[in-house]
């Protein structure tokens, strides 16, 4: 019988050709980002202003240089993963959380309904701890709501995010193991 902990491994995500991380870490605190809320070309009130600094997003290497690639931590849960922030900082073991418009963002670690994560290979079959043979592996994440996680645009933001998409738009990681069977 395995345990959680036998599933669980600490590893990076990385995507060819640019950094993955906190938009704060990759372009500096904080990210401000003003939201106006046309509808129409009627005004729909004053814009609103969001701090996305714990949002999960991309930076193109031509642009911030290649930096040290986020470092996370895969907690099995039996429905999944839980994703947990794995660097030193103000976001250590937060968990990576829907907010705003299904952007992936470091939430407090003690959400009471943390998302869960499915891996899948390139060839669609799920993929644990224990059936990841090799130290790199190219996956795709899904959520447990069954969207897969891809690169989004939000109005407002010259940021890219990663967020909740539709399956034709989900995006290939390269997972690198650093660890296995790693209790939380």
């Not at 401000?32 to 729909?44: C, E, K, L, M, Y």
């Not at 429905?79 to 705003?100: N, S, V």
């Amino acid at each position: 019988m395995t345990h959680d902990t036998q599933h669980s491994f600490i590893a990076t995500l990385q995507i060819p050709n640019h950094n993955l991380d906190l938009l704060g870490i990759l372009y500096g605190q904080p990210i401000i980002v003003t939201d106006s809320f046309a509808s129409g070309g009627f005004f729909s009130g004053r814009p609103q202003t969001r701090d996305d600094s714990a949002a999960v997003g991309i930076q193109p290497h031509a642009i911030g240089g290649v930096k040290e690639p986020l470092t996370l931590y895969f907690r099995y849960t039996g429905k999944g993963y839980e994703i947990h922030i794995k660097h030193t900082g103000k976001y250590d073991r937060h968990r990576l959380a829907k907010h705003y418009r299904d952007i992936l963002y470091a939430k407090n670690p003690t959400l009471k309904d943390p998302i869960t994560f499915t891996l899948f290979d390139l060839q669609n079959a799920l993929v644990t701890g224990p059936t990841l043979h090799k130290e790199q592996t190219l996956i795709t994440l899904k959520t447990h709501h069954n969207k897969s996680i891809g690169i989004q645009k939000v109005k407002g933001s010259p940021h890219h995010y990663l967020a909740e998409v539709a399956d034709r738009n989900k995006t290939v990681f390269m997972l690198s193991i650093l660890e296995r069977n790693v209790p939380y």
